[in-house]
């Protein structure tokens, strides 16, 4: 895991214009990068009600519903941890890539198991929809490292509102798509 280890510090940037650029640029890169972890992690309740003309009934999908809420906060306390010592440039989007895969292969156990073997399929897609949630709670660590490194401390209060706004955004897109 060396490639995801911290790149080594730079000298300061006294350059005001660059500086301003550089942070927002950054900014724009969580932002973008944490709705991006919630157009992954919120679709599968939309998903629900068109899974029952599948054969499968609501409770059987809300314990898959449930592994995704499980595994997200579990991950966000361990990833912490892990993100505290990497690259942020390379551990969101890895976040962000392995949730995608988690998520595209969510159409496997439907497809090919489908209602006929039910408890196998929910079980594959709990499994699935864990590694969703394990891989989403990898995105919240860098970003809110991304804010405090780049923004005062009289401007975190204000960024990190601003921030916490992704995931509202990323959230509201899954329905349009």
Known sequence: MSWLKQPEYLPEVNDPTRYRRLR???????????????LV????????????????????????LSMNAAAYAISRLLMGGVS????SRKFLPLGLILAAIAMIFMIV???????????MAILLM????????WFNGMGYPPC?????????IKERGTMMAIWNCSHNIGGALVGPM
């Open 24 to 38: 927002w640029q950054v900014f724009v890169g969580a932002f973008l990068g944490y709705a991006g972890f919630y």
């Open 41 to 64: 992690r919120k679709n599968f309740s939309m998903a629900i009600p068109f899974l029952t003309n599948f054969g499968f009934e609501k409770g059987e999908l809300s314990i898959v």
């Open 84 to 87: 505290d010592r990497s690259d």
């Open 109 to 119: 156990p439907i497809q090919w198991l489908g209602a006929e073997r039910k408890s």
């Open 126 to 133: 709990s499994v699935l929809n864990f590694g969703v949630g």
């Open 144 to 152: 809110t490292r991304i804010v405090t490194h780049w923004f005062s």
